[in-house]
């Protein structure tokens, strides 16, 4: 691991109370920066703050990225409170609930669309004066689902599909700016997300088929792409989607037959 890439430097990671969100704050603050983790949940960002790395700093901040109003302030009070802002990471996100356009009904569809677009919109409006003013970055969480569809996951599907194009769509606007923009999609890294899908060795079992190397991700796998995007190390990299997947996004989608 690189270290010290981030000595110095503020970070935002909302989502960041368990499983990529918590693995990307631990990498940042191992590597010198100053991370405020931001979620809904004060007991899960309290444990990530707790079990950050010897020597680092890890701010629990509760706040809905899904309220304008609230993120806003809370950014505000991040930049003011410390001195700047480096980084953004959008990794807030749900995908429940699950179904079809027939299945789901206008509040479920919202209930995604507003966490996982709406959220971004808000958050990362609220950080890019901040930004601006430092040369930084913001990284979106995105995902394969983001990029091919699923079966079942419409509002899901929409809403990372949403992402990807924002995403490109901000690193038009704001690289003239200094600000780069970019994005991971994950897939397969073994979070709470994925375990509730895959609840059987079966399921289990026919999911890592289609996967090239044979094995889920790791949380920590995701982070370091992300970190890297974030890190001088990717200074002329703006607009890129990244994914962190196995091999999964390689498939034309035929099944495992060989």
Same mark, same amino acid.
């Given at each position: #691991?690189?270290?010290? %890439?981030?000595?110095?430097?503020?970070?935002?990671?909302?989502?960041?109370?368990?499983?990529?969100?918590?693995?990307?704050?631990?990498? @940042?603050?191992?590597?010198?920066?100053?991370?405020?983790?931001?979620?809904?949940?004060?007991?899960?960002?309290?444990?990530?703050?707790?079990?950050?790395?010897?020597?680092?700093?890890?701010?629990?901040?509760?706040?809905?990225?899904?309220?304008?109003?609230?993120?806003?302030?809370?950014?505000?009070?991040?930049?003011?409170?410390?001195? %700047?802002?480096?980084?953004?990471?959008?990794?807030?996100?749900?995908?429940?609930?699950?179904?079809?356009?027939?299945?789901?009904?206008?509040?479920?569809?919202?209930?995604?669309?507003?966490?996982?677009?709406?959220?971004?919109?808000?958050?990362?409006?609220?950080?890019?004066?901040?930004? %601006?003013?430092?040369?930084?970055?913001?990284?979106?969480?995105?995902?394969?689902?983001?990029?091919?569809?699923?079966?079942?996951?419409?509002?899901?599907?929409?809403?990372?599909?949403?992402?990807?194009?924002?995403?490109?769509? #901000?690193?038009?606007?704001?690289?003239?700016?200094?600000?780069?923009?970019?994005?991971?999609?994950?897939? #397969?890294?073994?979070?709470? #997300?994925?375990?509730? @899908?895959?609840?059987?060795?079966?399921?289990?079992?026919?999911?890592?088929?289609?996967?090239?190397?044979?094995? @889920?991700?790791?949380?920590?796998?995701?982070?370091?792409?992300?970190? @890297?995007?974030?890190?001088?190390?990717?200074?002329?990299?703006?607009?890129?989607?990244?994914?962190?997947?196995?091999?999964?996004?390689?498939?034309?989608?035929?099944?495992?037959?060989?």
């Amino acid at each position: #691991m690189a270290e010290n %890439r981030f000595t110095g430097k503020v970070v935002i990671v909302t989502g960041g109370g368990s499983g990529i969100g918590a693995a990307t704050a631990h990498r @940042f603050a191992a590597e010198g920066a100053t991370v405020v983790v931001i979620g809904r949940t004060r007991t899960k960002l309290e444990k990530v703050a707790a079990d950050a790395p010897t020597g680092s700093t890890v701010v629990a901040r509760v706040g809905d990225v899904s309220d304008e109003e609230e993120i806003t302030r809370l950014v505000e009070a991040v930049a003011h409170d410390h001195g %700047r802002l480096d980084t953004l990471v959008n990794n807030a996100g749900i995908c429940l609930p699950l179904g079809s356009v027939t299945d789901i009904d206008a509040a479920g569809w919202r209930q995604v669309m507003s966490t996982d677009v709406d959220g971004i919109f808000f958050t990362s409006r609220a950080a890019l004066p901040h930004l %601006r003013a430092v040369g930084g970055s913001i990284v979106n969480v995105g995902s394969a689902s983001g990029l091919g569809g699923d079966w079942g996951l419409v509002a899901y599907n929409a809403a990372k599909g949403a992402v990807t194009n924002l995403t490109n769509a #901000m690193a038009l606007d704001h690289g003239a700016e200094g600000v780069r923009v970019n994005a991971v999609h994950p897939s #397969m890294i073994s979070t709470d #997300m994925v375990a509730g @899908f895959v609840q059987s060795d079966e399921l289990s079992a026919a999911a890592l088929n289609r996967v090239p190397m044979g094995r @889920f991700g790791e949380a920590a796998e995701a982070a370091a792409v992300i970190t @890297f995007l974030a890190s001088s190390d990717a200074s002329y990299v703006n607009g890129a989607h990244i994914r962190v997947d196995g091999g999964l996004g390689a498939s034309n989608g035929n099944p495992h037959v060989a």
